[in-house]
């Protein structure tokens, strides 16, 4: 990997076009689980490169506190598939990397949540839930199943709090599908695009991100 600029001249790679961005002592490689059917011995594991790192912050009454490094691993083909697309797109339009990928069933995405503290359930899942409230227009399977069934993955793995270095992690898998990791266990998975797209969108929307660092590094990725 490129570790300064003056080696990077002449590479377009994920990791040369990310090296002003801070990785928060997450690798950059991690490795997913990916069912290539229904027989567990189909099961694969395939590698994701991080492209983009945040810390996730709160005003803890008047003192901001770290609450969890967050960051994005994208599979390297993927990224090829959709980096000419999005370059020419407005800057916060990063929904496209919920998608689909256009080749064989994989792993896309992994979206991490290392945590830097001891936080309760109830804290994280209704944090997450209050940023994917259901809107107006929401189709009725994610109001009534899709985010039910989020919240209760979370809750019942998590328990009564995650420790310090706990992990939750939310895999983007072909067929719309969501994994849900917790502490490197697989708890459930979630078939709904919007819940891939919403929960993607609370990170990397450039107008209300929670972790703006993650915005400025997929600037980088995508650019030019």
């Known amino acids: 990997y490129c570790s ?39 099961e694969v594991l395939q590698p994701l490169q991080i ?18 490094v967050f960051g994005i691993y994208i599979d390297p083909s993927f990224y090829e598939e959709t980096k000419e697309e999005l370059k020419n797109r407005s800057n916060n339009d990063y929904i496209l990397l919920s998608y689909d990928s256009k080749n064989e069933l994989k792993a896309t995405l992994s979206l991490v949540l290392k945590f830097l503290r001891y936080v309760d359930s109830s804290k994280i899942v209704n944090a997450l839930l209050d940023a994917l409230k259901p809107r107006d227009d929401d189709s009725s399977h994610y109001k009534r199943k899709a985010l039910p069934d989020f919240k209760n993955y979370l809750m019942e793995s998590i328990g009564k709090g995650i420790e310090k ?25 979630i078939v709904d695009e919007t819940l891939r797209s919403r929960l993607l969108d609370i990170y990397t929307n450039s107008k209300n991100s929670i972790t703006p660092e993650v915005v400025k590094c997929l600037h980088s990725a995508f650019a030019e």
Do not use: M, W
């Open 4 to 42: 300064d600029k003056q080696t990077c001249d002449n590479d377009n790679s994920i990791s040369c076009k990310l090296v002003d961005c801070k990785f928060n002592n997450l690798p950059q490689l991690k490795e997913v689980i990916v069912n290539k059917s229904s027989d567990s011995k189909d």
């Open 165 to 189: 270095d706990g992990e939750v992690s939310f895999v983007y898998v072909n067929d719309r599908k969501l994994d849900i990791y917790v502490n490197q266990t697989f708890v459930g998975h």
């Open 51 to 68: 492209i983009a790192s945040g810390i996730r912050k709160k005003n803890l009454f008047v003192v901001e506190v770290d609450v969890y």
